[in-house]
């Protein structure tokens, strides 16, 4: 009787523990990503640093602006290069771009002209050739510094930053002024912390939130449109160097199901936040391995849940694919 009693009870002990393990074991985040290649050409992977991303979500075509040689090279879905322009072309230097329903591409760019800097629109037909260019127009008085290096089209608006300056004007897509952000007055900053931040990155989703990142205050931020909201600007991110902490951030870009993706220059790593800002994972990691990272900067997705990283060191750009339970 005895020995039955004892079986029975180490038994139950061992399901009980069994129970445990199973229950208590770590599944597995609701996103994942997988390394898939890097943009390449027929000579091999295209050694970039300092360029822009951005996409024709009609025709699953990503382009890449150059600044330094004032051009743009055209990939594929499959991150091969298939054109470029601007090679004969004066299109100044290209801060970044935009495609309008796959057959208007939009160039933020600058020229020299007179002795200072002009910021312009230019408006190219598909094959890249400048149709029409236009300054932004009927800035206020608070926006007269303006000096925009980041462009982003939704919704029929233009979303333009001032990285420097933490401002964010949205025009039509003529480069009427429709209305402005000031970050240093909406956090209500000092003249000194202006001067010692500035946006790491930028991005609006497709419902014209704004988001972006501040490295210095290891902060990242989701700006509502509507200021009839109270507190219409939320922040999250800590500091740390473990596992969905900030250091040295900068990138920044959602998807269309709310994920936020923040690139951390230091830690070498792009970290995936829910749409309530709880961490989920982080990848690349330091290395000259395929799929890690060296320095990620700019971040963009495409409509097939690809994800694009910008990086250092010639790495070039890294693509990632992007999944969901």
Sequence with gaps: MRNRRSKHYLIAVMLGILFVMIW?????????????????NFTGTIPYEE?????????????????????????????????????????????????????TILLLSYKMIEGSFKYFIIQCNFRGEPVS????????????????????????????????????????????????????????????????????????DKDGNIFF?????????????????????????????????????SGIVTDDKGYVFVADKLRCVVMIFDKNFNFQIEFGYRGFQPGRLIVPMHLEMDRKDRLYVTQMRKRGISVFQITYE
């Excluded at 208590?24 to 390449?40: D, E, F, I, R, T």
């Excluded at 800035?139 to 930053?161: E, H, I, T």
């Design 213 to 249: 990142t501040i490295p210095v205050f290891f902060r990242a931020y989701k700006l509502l449109p509507d200021r009839n909201i109270k507190d219409n600007i939320r922040d999250f991110g800590r500091r740390g160097s473990g596992p969905g902490r900030f250091n040295v951030i």
């Design 133 to 204: 260019e236009t300054e932004i127009k009927n800035l206020p008085a608070k926006f007269s510094d303006f000096q925009p290096s980041r462009m982003v089209l939704r919704n029929g608006n233009l979303y333009l930053a001032d990285l420097n300056r933490m401002k964010i004007v949205v025009t039509d897509m003529s480069g009427n002024f429709k209305d402005g952000y000031d970050i240093v007055a909406i956090l209500e900053l000092t003249e000194q912390q202006r001067a010692d931040s500035g946006f790491g990155g930028f991005t609006v």
């Design 51 to 103: 360029v822009r991303i951005f996409m024709d979500r009609e025709n699953n075509e990503i382009y890449v602006s150059n600044r330094g040689q004032g051009t743009v090279k055209i990939f594929n879905e499959n991150g091969m290069e298939i054109y470029s322009f601007g090679e004969d072309a004066d299109l100044g230097a290209i801060l970044d771009g935009q495609v309008e329903k796959g057959t």
């Design 24 to 40: 208590s074991k770590p599944g597995l985040a609701a996103v994942q990503a997988k390394y898939l290649y890097n943009l390449s």
